[in-house]
C-alpha cells in the first residue's frame, strides 16, 4: 500500500519539475504529485480533447485549457474555487513529461492547444523563451517571489514551484553505521571500494532527475573534470537504470523497496515524503537526504500563456491564480514541491525532515541550454559504452 501511495506521490515527481524524463518521455518522474489530475476537470489525452466537466458538476460557459507533464495536481476543491469564481470550466492536458509536453507546445505555437502551459523547468527555459511560443505577463504577486526564482525578465514564462534533485541513502545500511556525518558525504567518496555497485542513477537521457543530477556534477567537479568523476564510477560498479520509479522502488533497498543499492539519485523531499503518505506508520524518514555544497541541482518550473490563446483575460487570471496563497499553500501537499510563494505553508512534516539544501549546484540556463545535449552524449560514452 506504501508502495503504490508513494509512487503515485513521488513517482509522478518531485519534482520534472519540477520533473518528468527528458528526450522521448519514457519516465514521468518528477517533484510531484500525489495523485493523477483526474481529480481536476476534465483532462485531455493524445486522442484528443476529451469532454470537460467541472468538478462540482456545474455547467459553466468558458473553458479554459491548461496543457501540463503529468505530474500536474492541485486539490479539488482549489480548482473548484477558480471555476465557480470565475464562472469557466478548467479542461486540463496532460501531455507527457516536461520534454515531451513542451515539445508539443512548441510545435503548436501560435495556433496554441491550451490557453496556458504549466511545467517548463530550467533545463529547458532557455529552448521555450527562444521559440516565443509564451506572451509577457506580470501576474498578481509576482513581486513577492523571489528574484532568484524569477529567470525571464520579461515574464513570459513565471515561477510556480521549485524542488531538488540529489542523493539519498538507505539508514538501515551498513555503509552508513560508521559514517559521522552521511549528510555531507563527498562525491569523491563514492568511488571508494566499499561504495561499489551500491549506487543507481537514472539515465540523463531518459530521466530529468537524472539530468537534474548530471548538472549537479557539473558544477561540483566543474565542467573539466565532471566526466573523470562518472569514469570512476562506472569502474566502481554505478548502477544506471532508464527511470526515478525503477532506480527508487527496484534498485533502492530503502523506502518500501528491497533492492540492491543503498544509495540513489532522488529528491531532498523523499525522505519527508516517506513519513506523510506512511498513513501514521512512520514518525521519521527510513532514509536521509546526502547534501554536500554543490550536490544538489534546483529545479524550477514555469507557467505561461500560450502565444495565440483565445481566452486571453482568463488566461490571466489563472496565472494570478497560481501564485496566489490558495493555490501556494496546496502546492507541497499536493506536489511535494516546495512553493515560490514565502509566506505559502509547508506541511510540519516537510519544515522538519525536507529543509530546503542552502547550497545547491548553480548553473545559468544558457550555460544548460548550449551545452546540455553535448553533455548528455559525452556522459552516454563515457558511462554507458
Known sequence: MLRNIIGLLLALLILAGCGGSVGTGAEGAQPGSTAQATQTTAETTDS??????TVTGET???????????????????????EKANNVKLQFLK?????????????????????????????????????????????????????????????RLIPIDYGFVNLNYDKSSDLFKDQAQPEQLPLEDLTRPEFKGKVVVENPAT????????????DYFGQEKWLDWWRQMKENGVVVVDGWETAYYTNFSGSSGQGPQPIVVSYATSPAAEVAFSEGKLTEPPTGN???????????????????????????????YMLSQR??????????VYPVLPTAKIPEVYQQFAP??????????????????????????????
Do not use: C
Open 48 to 53: 484528443g480533447p476529451a469532454e470537460a466537466q
Open 60 to 82: 459553466y460557459p468558458n473553458t479554459l485549457t491548461v496543457m501540463s507533464h503529468d505530474s500536474f495536481n492541485l486539490s479539488t476543491e482549489v480548482i473548484a474555487e477558480f
Open 95 to 155: 501531455a507527457g513529461d516536461t520534454g515531451s509536453a513542451l515539445n508539443r507546445a512548441l510545435l503548436t505555437r501560435g495556433n496554441p492547444l491550451a490557453d496556458v502551459f504549466f511545467g517548463v523547468d530550467n533545463t529547458f527555459l532557455s529552448r521555450a523563451l527562444s521559440a516565443d511560443a509564451f506572451e509577457p505577463y506580470a501576474p498578481q504577486g509576482l513581486d513577492q517571489i523571489p528574484a532568484d526564482l524569477r529567470l525571464d525578465p520579461q515574464d
Open 207 to 218: 530521466s530529468s532527475p537524472g539530468l537534474a543530477f548530471m548538472l549537479a556534477t557539473v
Open 290 to 320: 546526502i547534501l554536500p555544497p554543490k550536490g544538489s541541482f534546483r529545479q524550477i518550473e514555469f507557467a505561461g500563456i500560450l502565444k495565440g490563446t483565445r481566452n486571453r483575460a482568463l488566461a490571466e487570471k489563472w496565472m494570478d
Open 327 to 336: 493555490v501556494q499553500d496546496d502546492i507541497m501537499p499536493q506536489m511535494v
Open 356 to 385: 530546503v539544501p542552502q547550497a545547491p549546484a548553480t548553473l545559468d540556463p544558457e550555460t544548460i541550454a548550449q551545452n546540455r545535449d553535448t553533455w548528455i552524449r559525452e556522459w552516454t560514452e563515457a558511462v554507458l559504452r
